[in-house]
């Protein structure tokens, strides 16, 4: 019976431990929707696609191409940087005095056209990278080297972030509109330009973890449907909009999805993992930092 | 103008039932039979939708009533005629469970459509998951029935099936018109307009959006259950999850949501449109038509939101 016990154990800190590495890139994930959401008020539920298709430009760079994973990065954060500014131009900015709502379901059009785009083009086959790092093992523990990585880069990204909102004149700016949009205007900050810019910022943010993903996952046109629910949810769990509510939901969906899948199939971790979302909802409806009204 | 519209009505009438008739085709009924199974579900979306309660959750009411019906026959031999009201139930539950917080903690438009999001997300994992029993992702196929077809609520005739599909459809815009000319459309309007404001008039904003979103689910999960009826054949990503769900949306927005047949005019294009590609251009379609709809669907909330018929029937009332 101790024996038993003593393996429970160590499977039991494996898997959170696990959890807190996920945490760092669902933290990531969370982020830029964030960012977007806290700034314009606008949701992209394409999200995830733009992921999608930055993990594909990784793998065509890295595995069709030959360029080396260092060199491939800045050019995958560019690509899907570059991809958020034009959403904003071509959907969003059309849509801007529209219903929200609207815009949320444009957004929608764009997951179906990225979707289909990437089923058009690269096909539907899972498509690997092809970049095997190797498993760290503590006691008779075990972790991927590519998920640690994913947290490290991930922290390093959203630290990043944080001093370009604080300490850089555009990030102020940023943070100004977030508060108020109209008087911000009226302050002589020009919305436009920053709004293209969070959009920009919320694509790199999209390109970074698309970086961190491809090392982990196989990537395909419909893995967004996979990624984008569970972003959305973490996002509307720590309050849309509010950061440090968004990193707090990362690592508490985190450690359900790990430890749900420890006793069960991963999937139902995931749907442990909505359970409590729906859950929370009645106690918490505006997020787990809000405060009770 | 009554008289008129009574005439075009039975010519309507005379027509769709005149057409199996005359016309037995059996692919073009398979057409007309998945086109009248989505028109209904596309408008079971817009009875809420087009009160700004957008929901990216009808997939998982959808896959209810889908797996429901066709487990209950499998495992428990209970035939669809029970299992359907079962199923109903089941979405109707889950509508409450789900829809309840919402209304009562007044989570609107982004967060609304995100927790319905979540419904379908959460919808579609537990189907994948429990595989034992679903099959999974690979799909699910209700047993052919050993005795009575009847009982058994299947069918090899289409010419049945599209009288049924028909009737349920007829039967979704009968419910679009009661509502319609109830108050229920009132209090909806109002709160839609402004939850605070109808609420200090007197209208109870959680039970009217209650009522609205429990009725909405039910006729979905209807939709579910007739589509795994036909078909004989359930997928998670083709009855449940997200996909469907905006598929849903999509449809709707395209045809005019705010009209009795903007949802079916919806489904008519977006069926026709995929029929279209997969039989001119075979698998070298896969993802076209998606694709076409994507650009489709942005373009139509920019520059046209009442959807097709919704536009149309404006600039008729204008000219008049």
Redesign the interface.
């Given at each position: 019976m101790q024996d038993f016990l003593d393996i429970f154990d160590i499977y039991l800190l494996e898997a959170v431990l696990n959890g807190i590495l996920l945490g760092g890139v669902l933290a990531l994930l969370a982020l830029g929707l964030n960012l977007v959401?806290g700034v314009i008020d606008v949701?992209w539920?394409c999200y995830a696609e733009l992921i999608m298709i930055g993990m594909y430009a990784m793998f065509y760079l890295v595995s069709g191409f030959g360029v080396s994973y260092w060199l491939a990065a800045p050019l995958c954060i560019l690509l899907v940087a570059a991809l958020g500014a034009l959403l904003h131009l071509?959907?969003i900015e059309?849509?801007l005095s529209?219903?929200?709502?609207?815009q949320?379901?444009?957004t929608?059009?764009?997951?179906?056209?990225?979707?289909?785009?990437a089923?058009?083009v690269f096909g539907?086959d899972f498509r690997n990278i092809g970049i095997q790092l190797p498993v760290l093992g503590i006691g008779e523990m075990h972790f991927s080297y590519a998920r640690l990585l994913a947290f490290i880069a991930a922290l390093v990204g959203m630290v990043a972030v944080y001093i370009f909102m604080k300490k850089s004149y555009v990030g102020t700016a940023i943070r100004a509109i977030a508060q108020d949009r109209e008087i911000m205007a009226l302050m002589g900050v020009d919305t436009r330009r920053v709004y293209l810019i969070t959009s920009a910022l919320g694509g790199a943010l999209a390109g970074l973890a698309a970086c961190l993903l491809v090392l982990l996952y196989d990537v395909h046109?419909f893995i967004g449907?996979s990624i984008?629910?569970?972003t959305?949810?973490i996002?509307?769990l720590g309050g849309?909009g509010n950061f440090i509510g968004g990193f707090v939901a990362a690592f508490v969906f985190a450690e359900i999805i790990s430890l749900g899948g420890l006793f069960s199939?991963l999937?139902?971790g995931?749907?442990l993992a909505?359970?409590f979302?729906?859950l929370m909802?009645?106690i918490r409806?505006?997020g787990l930092l809000a405060r009770r009204s | 103008m009554t008289a008129r519209y009574g005439a075009w009505l039975a010519l309507a009438a005379v027509l769709l039932v005149a057409l199996p008739l005359v016309h037995r085709d059996p692919y073009h009924l398979h057409i007309m039979v998945l086109i009248l199974i989505w028109s209904f579900a596309y408008t079971s979306w817009s009875m809420m939708g087009r009160f700004g309660l957008t929901s990216l959750g009808h997939g998982g009411f959808m896959g209810v009533g889908a797996y429901v019906t066709a487990l209950l026959w499998n495992h428990l031999g209970v035939s669809p005629w029970l299992g359907i009201p079962i199923a109903l139930v089941c979405a109707g539950a889950l509508a409450l469970v789900v829809a309840y917080p919402c209304f009562r903690f007044r989570i609107t438009g982004h967060y609304f459509a995100l927790v319905t999001l979540a419904l379908s997300g959460i919808v579609l994992q537990v189907i994948t998951a429990s595989r034992d029993y679903t099959g999974g992702s690979l799909g699910y196929t209700p047993e052919a029935a050993t005795g009575s077809k009847l009982l058994a609520l299947q069918s090899s005739d289409k010419t049945v099936w599209y009288f049924g599909a028909l009737a349920v459809w007829v039967a979704g815009l009968l419910i679009w018109f009661l509502v319609d000319r109830s108050m229920m459309r009132h209090a909806m309007e109002a709160i839609s307009e402004d939850e605070d404001a109808a609420a200090a008039a007197g209208v109870n904003v959680t039970a009217e959006k209650l009522k609205i979103t429990v009725l909405s689910a039910l006729m979905t999960a209807l939709a579910g259950a007739v589509y795994c009826q036909y078909q004989m054949f359930i997928s998670p990503d083709t009855v449940s999850g997200i996909a469907v769900s905006l598929q849903m949306v999509f449809a709707a927005v395209v045809g005019g949501l705010y009209v009795a047949l903007g949802p079916t005019v919806g489904a008519v294009i977006t069926i026709l449109l995929a029929e279209v590609l997969r039989v001119g251009f075979g698998t070298k379609a896969v993802g076209w038509d998606n694709l076409i709809y994507g650009v489709l669907l942005v373009a139509f909330i920019i520059f046209l939101p009442k959807g097709i018929l919704g536009s149309l029937l404006e600039r008729v009332r204008v000219r008049r």
């Open positions: 959401f949701i539920i071509l959907v059309p849509l529209a219903p929200p709502i609207n949320l379901l444009a929608g059009g764009v997951l179906f056209f990225l979707q289909s785009f089923t058009v539907i046109p449907l984008g629910p569970i959305f949810l996002c509307v849309l199939d999937e139902w995931y749907v909505f359970g979302f729906i909802m009645f409806p505006r | -």
